[in-house]
């Protein structure tokens, strides 16, 4: 097997012309994640976090370097590369308002995705999405009521159920969750964590967990990324990036927000807790 599932080599991205702004968005960042394993990527807001999430889910092709997928270079360049690459990772964001369609049913909206992927999925018959349906809303605690509503008669928490429910119905390889939880209130942000925790010790999907949050990657990943201005400037084993940050970036990030433990405690919430 390959040893990462997803590996980022010296990606760079610049929005706009390039030249036109003095740094790119993403400066030569490189990255791993091995399956089955959460990883996280911190740094403050403009940093670059999401537009490298983007390259690594396919989205965004990347100006220069390389992402490889379980041992292959993706052809970032063509459109058929990025396709047959998101069916492998899909992406669960921070917006659950926006990332649903307001004129769809919950329902409709599981099986738009699973009819655009129904070749992909071997599912020709109603009757099989039907119990796929099922099947996704109790992965993500769901009842069935909610396939007859609309996304605003849900609440911030269920409506990011169903896009963790939306992102699994492909069996992705790799989920990569940008801030899935900074917009929702404290206590149910622990509901979705221990849910995201859940569903990758079950289906044991990697997946690059982005967050500006230190005690939720602390409380998530193994591994962490830090970026600044584009670049990664540290990466390690999460323990030992809060207990003994080397880069100064990181100690400034860990200094903003001066107690990761507190602030884990409060949300009822300690690191490294296996969740069942
Ligand atoms: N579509 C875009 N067009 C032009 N510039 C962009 C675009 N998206 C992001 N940028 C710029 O690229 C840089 C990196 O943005 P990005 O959204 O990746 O950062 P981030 O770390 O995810 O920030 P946040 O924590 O606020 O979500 C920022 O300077 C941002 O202004
Ligand atoms: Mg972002």
Redesign the pocket.
Known sequence: MEKHIVALREITVWYGQQGIKERPAVDRASLTVAPGEIVGLVGESGSG??TLGLVAAGMLAPDKGEVVFDGQVVQTGSRHGMQVHRRNVQMVFQDTAGALNPRLTIGAALDEVLYVHRQALAMPLPAQRDARRNELLDAVGLAPDVLERYPHALSGGQRQRVGIARALAVHPRLLVA??PVSALDVSVQVQILNLLKSVNERLGQACLF?AHDLAVVRYMCSRAYVMEAGQIVEAGACEALFRDPQHPYTRKLLEAVPDVEKGLKKRNMAPGIRVS
């Open positions: 976090k999401t940008d801030e982005v």
